[in-house]
């Protein structure tokens, strides 16, 4: 359900917030020089994270994982406009032909599905779900990359996952901090949260780190091209239909 997929990540932010604040006190990392312009743009980032989960989900409960991780790959495509805009940077001739062999590989996995499916509406509606996403973080990626340059990585990712933690939180009051049970006394529960969360950290960690040494939208099309991997275990794991 809805309200699942929110308390799900509500935990996972929250326990990824701690790791985060963890690391960055460990570490003795400073606290942002300019904290006004680092709030706006934790700000905007957060609103972005939160629509973008919202629409994430939804293309997920009308569309197979084998559709919509395929269209997310798109953002690297939408990057190399955003980018331009929002950070100067500019794509080169190879860096294009790479994007574009993940939107057009992205593009054969979609349209591989038989267009003569009766859910074909359902799935649709899945794919724009999926395309407006893709767009969105195509945005907040490159604001990732300001945040993290106005700050750390470490307190920025925590600020950002303790940020989205409360909202979760607010949104399901029913799995509000004060009621853990359910985690607690479900081993698989505490399983699944627990690899969610280790995940979550590795990915946050080596995305943030890689955006400072060049450009966002060469580390999104790389992280984007996971989406085969995805497609293949969602066939292999999941029973999603045709590869191809």
Known sequence: SGAGEMGFMAWMTACSAAC???LWGSLSRPLPPDPKSFVEVLCVCV?????????YFRALRLAPLSVVMPILSLSPAFMILTSRWMLGEIADPSGIAGIAGIVVGTAVLYIGRNPASPDDRTFR???LWALATSFIWS???NLDK???GLSDLF????TLQSALSVIFFVSVPALRPG???SIIHNSAARRRLGQAVALDVIVLTSQ?????QTNVSYVIAIKRSGAILAVILGWACLGEGQLL
């Open 20 to 22: 985060f604040w963890i």
């Open 47 to 55: 609103v972005g994270a939160i629509f973008a989960n919202v629409f």
């Open 125 to 127: 509606r899945g794919f």
């Open 139 to 141: 945005v907040t990626a």
């Open 146 to 148: 300001r945040a993290v």
């Open 155 to 158: 307190f920025y990712s925590a």
């Open 179 to 181: 009621d853990i049970s």
């Open 208 to 212: 943030m780190t890689a955006i400072l």
